[in-house]
């Protein structure tokens, strides 16, 4: 069965950094598009960073562009988060979500979530 | 940035009775629109997406509808499972600059 294992998180100064992962089983890792989603505690959901199957493109909300990097290593079926210069409204819990579709193609929605790693950026 | 706004924030609902849910966009999203179950403490669960196509293990009893700008997600008869918070989500546009609704918080009443 698929299985998405969040790590990496912890409480962080603002302007700090810290790296996530997503440890990914049970699918071809290889094969699919994989996003990072947030929550901020009582809040709704906010899509952060989508990454193509083979890593060739990267895309990003407007909030997060150019802090953040999202990346892959497929011989490791591991998903991550760089999280850079940190603000309190990163605050979150980061989840990683599979993208839903065909091998190789790109849906934009989200089959399976991990259960999520919380980042709390505060002095 | 399109816009995804939610309707009601807070529906209370007898077991065994209809909901419905409303999700609105800003601008047309065309029928490229997800729903998600969320429980407290546990990830979302994909319940709908292209506006009506249910996923895979989803009950009858959850059913979507609408295109464009307004949408619908209807539980037929609701089971106590079924109480939790809600999220419209769109993925119309290229690149990618997805957004989700505010959530709508489904109760016993």
């Known amino acids: 069965q698929v299985q998405l294992v969040e790590s990496g998180g912890g409480v962080v100064q603002p302007g700090g950094s810290l790296r996530l992962s997503c440890a990914a089983s049970?699918?071809?890792?290889?094969?699919?598009?994989m996003h990072w989603v947030r929550q901020a505690p009582g809040k709704g959901l906010e899509w952060v960073a989508f990454?193509?199957?083979?890593?060739?493109?990267?895309y990003y909300a407007d909030s997060v562009k150019g802090r953040f990097t999202i990346s892959r290593d497929n011989s490791k079926n591991t998903l991550y988060l760089q999280m850079n210069s940190l603000r309190a409204e990163d605050t979150a819990v980061y989840y990683c979500a599979k993208d839903f579709g065909r091998p190789s193609s790109v849906t934009l929605y989200f089959d399976y979530w991990g259960q999520g790693t919380l980042v709390t950026v505060s002095s | 940035e399109i816009v995804m706004t939610q309707s009601p924030a807070t529906l209370s609902v007898s077991p065994g009775e209809r909901a419905t849910l409303s999700c609105r966009a800003s601008?047309?999203?065309?029928?490229?629109l997800a729903w998600y179950q969320q429980k407290p403490g546990q990830a979302p669960r994909l319940l709908i997406y292209g506006a009506s196509t249910r996923a895979t293990g989803i009950p009858a009893r959850f059913s979507g509808s609408g295109s464009g700008t307004e949408f619908t997600l209807t539980i037929s008869s609701l089971q106590s499972e079924d109480f939790a918070v809600y999220y419209c989500q769109q993925y119309n546009n290229w690149p990618p600059e997805l957004t989700f609704g505010g959530g709508t918080k489904v109760e016993i009443k």
């Open positions: 049970g699918f071809t890792f290889s094969s699919y598009g």
């Open positions: 601008q047309s999203v065309s029928s490229n």
């Open positions: 990454i193509r199957y083979d890593g060739s493109n990267k």
